[in-house]
Structure formats: structure tokens, C-alpha cells
């Protein structure tokens, strides 16, 4: 089991950025693959991005050229940049984890995931 802490949540324009960061304590990250997912209130989580234990990305068609995940092993971080921000991109974020173990086929899938942070809000609006 690992703990996540998500920061960088906050309010822009539509078209600008934002970083959201979260932070994995418990073991080291490559042991898991780390998601990022946003869920908006009547709407069900949806999956956003993934870099699995083996390093390589993954993202939904909707943020395809606009997010980009990276991760810094050293610190146990896990980034994901956020650019082109749409109003629709509004929402809670979220970053889980599950053991690299469990053998995840589709990494955008929530249920998949085991161990959950306690979101950041992300507000795009004008």
C-alpha cells in the first residue's frame, strides 16, 4: 500500500496551464503504476493518464497532445503538466496506484486501481 498527496489543483483561463504534482510515500514508485484520473460531480472517473512501472505513458484521446505525465523517481513524484485547458477539462483529479504485480491490462480504467489520493480541484473558467 502506498499513500498519495496530489497538489497544484487551482483556478485558470481556458487555454491556460497547470501542474499538478503528487507525491507517493510507502515504497518505491517503479514497484506500481501511477494514474491520473478526474471526476466531475453526476459523472462517473474517468481516466486521464498512466505511467506504468515499466516507465511507459499512456493517455485518454481527450488530453492526447495537451497533458503530458512525467514522474521523478528520486523524489517519488509524479507529475502530470496540463496545457490547452478547456472548461470540459474542469473537474477533481485524482492520482492512484496499483502494484505493477497486478498485472493492469487497461491502464485508464479506475477500477483497476487500488490505492487513491484525496484529489485537487481544477477549475477552468473565464
Known amino acids: 500500500q502506498v499513500q498519495l498527496v496530489e497538489s497544484g489543483g487551482g483556478l485558470v483561463q481556458p487555454g491556460g496551464s497547470l501542474r499538478l504534482s503528487c507525491r507517493i510515500s510507502g515504497s518505491p514508485m517503479d514497484y506500481y503504476d501511477v494514474g491520473w484520473f478526474r471526476q466531475v460531480p453526476g459523472r462517473e472517473r474517468e481516466g486521464i493518464s498512466c505511467i506504468a512501472g515499466s516507465g511507459s505513458r499512456y493517455y485518454a484521446d481527450f488530453v492526447k497532445g495537451r497533458f503530458t505525465m512525467s514522474k521523478n523517481n528520486a523524489e517519488n513524484l509524479v507529475y502530470l503538466q496540463m496545457n490547452s485547458l478547456k472548461v470540459e477539462d474542469s473537474g477533481t483529479y485524482y492520482c492512484?496506484?496499483?502494484?505493477?504485480?497486478?498485472?493492469?491490462?487497461?491502464?485508464?480504467?479506475?477500477?483497476?486501481?487500488?490505492?487513491w489520493g484525496q484529489g485537487t480541484q481544477v477549475t477552468v473558467s473565464s
Open positions: 492512484a496506484a496499483v502494484r505493477i504485480d497486478f498485472g493492469v491490462v487497461n491502464k485508464l480504467d479506475p477500477n483497476q486501481y487500488v490505492d
